[in-house]
């Protein structure tokens, strides 16, 4: 009985994480350069079986399921559509690759490429921070953006310098906020035909509104299930108690 509640609860909370996970999905569908998370969920069961090292095999955990479990989210690497802009500032990255930015609290990567040049000629995010060129400097534009020029593979026109910007990886991606990311691990520069610079253009978020909408929908079933299944589960655990109770 304990167990059924247990369960119907984890489906809640599964649920509520996911249904909170597509709601930024959605808020940020018009977000240059944003990749949607996607979920991914386990039988908590075979999750503990992992954990134990048998490879999900059946341990005395028993054949029914435990409930659901968040084993973490990944970021959706799929390209997103290339808008022209004609702005000399905006820089989209076609297929691999993430630019490389200076934060106060260290190095950050992002695919948004909605760059501006402050006061000073400094090429810098929507946030201000300044984007690095491949040997973690600042990148300084004489003459402003009238002068502003970014070959396909980086390469800044009159100052020498190449825009830094490293291979998306698999895992180890986190957010941030602000539309950037952390990675943990090492990070490898982008192979040599794997992404390339295009100026005057924008990345535009990847984020399928409509199947995210649909699921939103599903998942606001399985809340709603997974309430009235908990709510039997409490009201059979009470019923359970009353037998045999004198009255």
Sequence with gaps: MIRGIYTSA???VAAQQRMDELAGNIANVSTTGFKEILATQADYGTDVGLALGDGGAASGIGRLSYGTVAVGATVNRLQGPLITTGNATDLAIAGDGLFVVGTPDGVAYTRAGDFVLDAEGTLVTQQGYPVLD???HKIVVPGGAANFSVSPDGTVGGTGQRLAFI???ATGVSLLGENLYAIS????PVAAGDGTIQQGDLEGSN???SGSMTELIALQR???MS???LTMQDQTLE???AIGKLK
């Design 167 to 169: 291979a998306f990886p």
């Design 227 to 229: 309430a009235r299944s």
């Design 207 to 209: 984020v399928d509104l």
């Design 222 to 224: 399985l809340f709603q």
């Design 10 to 12: 984890s489906g809640l």
């Design 239 to 241: 019923d359970a108690n």
């Design 185 to 188: 691990g090492p990070v490898q």
């Design 134 to 136: 491949a040997t973690g």
